[in-house]
């Protein structure tokens, strides 16, 4: 089987890709699914946030308040390490969990942080969806109802698309015409399938 991970900054598309993707039948994991899954109550995720962080990001409901636990984290460097630490363990045993039970020659897995949560050494191919800035920009604006400074700023909070891309070992890009984006990614495939893929070549 070939691991491989799907990621690239907010509002470039990813999920467009795996949307192609499951329609041609292929398994793709979602890490934004498996986060909010072991954050539910119940689960190992949601008792280890409590413990850390207190009965204050829990919503009336007793459900974590997800907002609220992103913006504490994300004032202090020390409290989202601590989050990462509890979640990252978890999301990467599931997307394992996942990957075992898939008996496809490919499987995919959105993993918006891979490169950030230090997940890459898990795949052996990386995939970038790139888009032109201003079109990002636009999609989130649109797309989330935020402002483009406020959408500059959540791009300027990420790893860049330029070292995202250096760091792949392959790029779909993503200009809007969803036609020309799944012929790349079946060109790809048609590749991995013909090729000998015993060794990883993700670039260090």
Known sequence: MIKTAI?????????????????QGYAVADCDAISRQ????????????????????????GQIDRAALAALVFQAEDLRLKLEAITHPL???????QAQACEQP??????PLV????MDNQFDEIITVSAPLEMILQRLQEGRGISRAQAELRLAAQMSQEEKIRRSTCVIV???????????????????????????RIPQ
């Open 115 to 118: 490169f950030e949560a230090g």
């Open 38 to 61: 072991i954050m539910q109550p119940g689960q190992i995720g949601y008792q280890r946030c409590i413990e850390a962080f207190g009965s204050e990001i829990l919503t009336d409901q």
């Open 7 to 23: 990621t690239g900054v907010i509002g470039s598309g990813k999920s467009t890709l795996s949307a192609i993707l499951r329609r």
């Open 106 to 111: 490919l499987w995919f897995a959105e993993v």
């Open 174 to 200: 993503n200009d809007g015409n969803l036609e020309a984006m799944e012929r790349q990614i079946l060109k790809w495939i048609k590749e991995k399938q013909d090729g000998t893929e015993s060794e990883r």
């Open 91 to 97: 999301i990467l045993d599931e997307l394992n969990h």
